[in-house]
């Protein structure tokens, strides 16, 4: 095969892309010319689409301070929905930008991550390996992947929109679109059945509109969990500061049952479990004391179940305008979720 290979300096061919509202501007930074962005989440793309089914995107990167993020974007669907990879000064995180939220809050781990040492201020080679099924993200001249997904969040899209996003000041320059040979990623689903044994929540009814929209009729969207066993809200509704949306789930179990349910969310939390509210909080971004980021183990609370058909209802509550969402395990070995016919499919 014959590589097909695109370059853009990203400093003296911006006609070439669409900038949007990322007031990205060249700039230079260690001597060496480059794109500089700083304004938060934000994107630019490349306006022709890649054709390639297999292919390579590297940059050369650089976070001047100890707070910031660049990243590589590819398989976007719009200008709100898109796969991102970036680099922090101390690691390189998947982050899928949902209805134009990050999500970093639900997918977070092993699966997701890799830490570094601090790579502050100085210039580095990063580039991601697009492949059927995933990504391998790569670091300098390391041949071996620092990160490998399997679980692309956008449902595996390659063909699409390419660019690059950042998060406070941040530079990138020498772009490149690479085909490469074919080396497929074999995708891993969601185990729903997995996530059910270990008493997860997995089926979830969401509220069509947010709360505070006043709608006195609400028709209910059935959601599943992802596969770390996270409801993620953004698939659903665009996280804004003071939204508000009411979930929740119906099941059976065969008998009465003492167990102790344990949760996280993200931001602000009212539960209730058969009626009776049982606990309310707050976890957000708020470093370096709080990550925000949603743990099913964050809280506990001790649950007496009835015999038969139990609730759990929730008002999930956005502050920060990334990730929302929630993650619930009821400690019980066995339930069955009770099906809403006039629910709406997702």
């Given at each position: 095969?014959?590589?097909?290979?695109?370059?853009?300096?990203l400093?003296?061919?911006?006609?070439?892309?669409?900038?949007?509202?990322?007031?990205?501007?060249?700039?230079?930074?260690?001597?060496?010319?480059?794109?500089?962005?700083?304004?938060?989440?934000?994107?630019?793309f490349?306006?022709?689409?890649?054709?390639?089914?297999?292919?390579r995107?590297q940059?050369?990167?650089?976070?001047?301070?100890?707070?910031g993020?660049?990243g590589l974007?590819?398989?976007?669907?719009?200008?709100?929905?898109?796969?991102?990879?970036?680099?922090?000064?101390?690691?390189?995180?998947?982050d899928?930008?949902?209805?134009?939220s990050?999500?970093w809050?639900?997918?977070?781990?092993?699966?997701?991550?890799?830490?570094?040492?601090?790579m502050?201020?100085?210039?580095?080679?990063?580039s991601?390996?697009?492949?059927?099924?995933?990504?391998r993200?790569?670091?300098?001249?390391?041949k071996?992947p620092?990160?490998?997904?399997?679980?692309l969040?956008?449902?595996g899209?390659?063909?699409?929109?390419?660019?690059?996003?950042?998060?406070?000041?941040?530079?990138?320059?020498?772009?490149?679109?690479?085909?490469i040979?074919?080396?497929?990623?074999e995708p891993?689903?969601?185990?729903?059945?997995k996530?059910?044994?270990?008493?997860?929540?997995?089926e979830?009814?969401?509220?069509?509109s947010?709360?505070?929209?006043?709608?006195?009729?609400?028709?209910?969207?059935?959601?599943?969990?992802?596969?770390?066993?996270?409801?993620n809200i953004?698939?659903?509704?665009?996280?804004?500061?003071g939204?508000t949306?009411?979930?929740?789930?119906?099941?059976?179990i065969?008998?009465?049952?003492?167990?102790?349910?344990?949760?996280?969310?993200?931001?602000?939390?009212?539960?209730?479990?058969?009626?009776?509210?049982?606990y309310?909080?707050?976890?957000c971004?708020?470093?370096?004391?709080?990550?925000?980021?949603?743990?099913?183990?964050?809280?506990s609370?001790?649950?007496?179940?009835r015999?038969?058909?139990?609730?759990?209802r929730?008002?999930?509550?956005?502050?920060?305008?990334?990730?929302?969402?929630?993650a619930?395990?009821?400690?019980?070995?066995?339930?069955t979720?009770?099906?809403?016919?006039d629910?709406?499919?997702?």
């Amino acid at each position: 095969m014959t590589a097909d290979k695109q370059m853009y300096s990203l400093w003296d061919d911006l006609e070439r892309f669409d900038l949007g509202d990322s007031e990205a501007i060249p700039s230079e930074w260690n001597d060496k010319k480059a794109l500089y962005l700083e304004k938060m989440n934000s994107a630019v793309f490349l306006r022709d689409e890649v054709k390639y089914n297999y292919f390579r995107l590297q940059a050369e990167v650089a976070i001047p301070g100890e707070v910031g993020f660049i990243g590589l974007v590819f398989g976007a669907k719009d200008p709100g929905n898109y796969e991102l990879v970036y680099l922090a000064p101390v690691e390189i995180q998947y982050d899928p930008v949902v209805n134009g939220s990050m999500t970093w809050q639900i997918y977070h781990g092993p699966s997701y991550q890799k830490p570094l040492p601090d790579m502050t201020g100085a210039w580095h080679k990063f580039s991601l390996e697009v492949q059927p099924g995933g990504a391998r993200v790569f670091l300098g001249e390391n041949k071996e992947p620092a990160l490998v997904l399997t679980r692309l969040q956008h449902g595996g899209q390659r063909l699409g929109r390419v660019g690059v996003w950042s998060f406070l000041p941040s530079y990138i320059r020498n772009l490149v679109i690479e085909e490469i040979p074919q080396a497929p990623i074999e995708p891993e689903a969601t185990d729903l059945r997995k996530l059910k044994s270990e008493s997860f929540i997995t089926e979830w009814r969401v509220s069509s509109s947010l709360i505070q929209d006043g709608a006195k009729d609400q028709t209910w969207t059935k959601a599943f969990v992802e596969e770390n066993g996270t409801l993620n809200i953004n698939r659903i509704h665009r996280a804004k500061p003071g939204a508000t949306v009411e979930v929740k789930s119906d099941f059976a179990i065969e008998e009465e049952e003492e167990t102790v349910l344990s949760l996280g969310y993200s931001d602000s939390i009212r539960l209730w479990v058969n009626g009776k509210e049982v606990y309310q909080g707050d976890w957000c971004w708020s470093p370096p004391y709080h990550d925000g980021r949603i743990r099913p183990d964050f809280a506990s609370v001790p649950i007496k179940w009835r015999k038969g058909a139990n609730s759990i209802r929730a008002e999930l509550s956005q502050r920060e305008s990334f990730g929302w969402g929630l993650a619930v395990k009821t400690g019980l070995s066995k339930m069955t979720f009770i099906n809403d016919n006039d629910d709406n499919a997702w």
